[in-house]
């Protein structure tokens, strides 16, 4: 990873993931103990979840490209000096 935040970029990278172990293990344990019909509700809760994670994402996303500066167009002498 390039750049001055790469390390933290990776190291928020591998807490979601031990997050994503322990919430998924934690939802696993609760079928046995609320019965099998706990099942599809569990997984309906967190297809909910994704999708809810997904539209923010994408929201967030939208706005990111529409407060992007348009890039200039390369000055052609420079453009010549590297070709």
């Not at 990873?1 to 591998?14: D, E, F, Y």
């Not at 939802?27 to 099998?36: D, E, F, I, Q, V």
């Not at 297809?47 to 706005?63: E, G, N, Q, T, Y």
């Not at 200039?72 to 000096?81: S, T, Y």
């Given at each position: 990873?390039?750049?001055?935040?790469?390390?933290?970029?990776?190291?928020?990278?591998?807490?979601?993931?031990?997050?994503?172990?322990?919430?998924?293990?934690?939802?696993?344990?609760?079928?046995?103990?609320h019965g099998p019909s706990a099942l599809p509700l569990g997984a309906l809760g967190c297809v909910?979840?994704?999708?809810?994670?997904?539209?923010?994402?994408?929201?967030?996303?939208?706005?990111?490209?529409?407060?992007?500066?348009?890039?200039?167009?390369?000055?052609?002498?420079?453009?010549?000096?590297?070709?």
């Amino acid at each position: 990873m390039a750049g001055p935040l790469g390390a933290v970029v990776l190291s928020l990278n591998a807490s979601a993931i031990y997050a994503g172990q322990a919430v998924g293990g934690g939802l696993g344990g609760l079928p046995p103990a609320h019965g099998p019909s706990a099942l599809p509700l569990g997984a309906l809760g967190c297809v909910l979840a994704a999708l809810v994670f997904l539209a923010l994402s994408a929201r967030s996303a939208r706005r990111r490209t529409a407060a992007a500066p348009a890039t200039p167009d390369p000055d052609p002498a420079r453009v010549r000096q590297i070709l």
